[in-house]
T-cell receptor
């Protein structure tokens, strides 16, 4: 299995809803990432987990809450989002050490719309 | 803050032609990477070039790196309609806690 799998592919939620985005990889990668991407813009880093510990939080609002239950799974819990949070949310992973350590493997993303 | 800046911002060519995209950056780097993104999809890693390398090839891709000018170029030879996508350069800055930073991207359209 050489993919990063993200679910759901599309999500529509109201501002009072609570939802979660899920990301899974089975390549033994030890670093996992959440990116946010608005249309026609580059991806913006939100969080990095390294060896299941949060290593980078790019000053993301607390309405976004990451979780790494184990080395294969990464969740992003969403609560009380704003319409401006509508974007493509991308998960990525990288080996975390050794050869090709720096190359990111991306999932297909979750297109989120906040109404 | 944006590290890599690509140019041009948009490029339209005929199938079979070569496409050249440039990226400039500001600080010292460990490596520079190029990614492709089809509309609404995830990014796909194309090629990585390290700071001590000057040129690298992968299939129809050729990447150069000039650390003295802090610039890189991506050449796609014999382009195909399927190469239509957005292309991003990403730099891995030196220093502790460095993180990959993406440029604004180039939109490439290859006309059949």
């Amino acid at each position: 299995d050489t993919e990063v799998t993200q679910t759901p592919k599309h999500l529509v939620m109201g501002m009072t809803n609570k939802k979660s985005l899920k990301c899974e990889q089975h390549m033994g990668h030890r670093a996992m990432y959440w990116y946010k991407q608005k249309a026609k813009k580059p991806p913006e880093l939100m969080f990095v987990y390294s060896y299941e510990k949060l290593s980078i939080n790019e000053s993301v609002p607390s309405r976004f809450s990451p979780e790494c239950p184990n080395s294969s799974l990464l969740n992003l819990h969403l609560h009380a989002l704003q319409p401006e949070d509508s974007a493509l949310y991308l998960c990525a992973s990288s080996p975390g050490q050794g050869v090709d350590n720096e190359k990111l493997l991306f999932g297909s993303g979750t297109q989120l719309s906040v109404l | 803050s944006q590290q890599g800046e690509e140019d041009p911002q948009a490029l339209s060519i005929q199938e079979g032609e070569n496409a050249t995209m440039n990226c400039s950056y500001k600080t010292s780097i460990n490596n520079l990477q190029w990614y492709r993104q089809n509309s609404g999809r995830g990014l796909v890693h194309l090629i990585l070039i390290r700071s001590n390398e000057r040129e690298k090839h992968s299939g129809r891709l050729r990447v150069t790196l000039d650390t003295s000018k802090k610039s890189s170029s991506l050449l796609i030879t014999a382009s195909r309609a399927a190469d239509t996508a957005s292309y991003f350069c990403a730099t891995d800055p030196t220093g502790a806690n460095s993180k990959l930073t993406f440029g604004k991207g180039i939109t490439l359209s290859v006309r059949p």
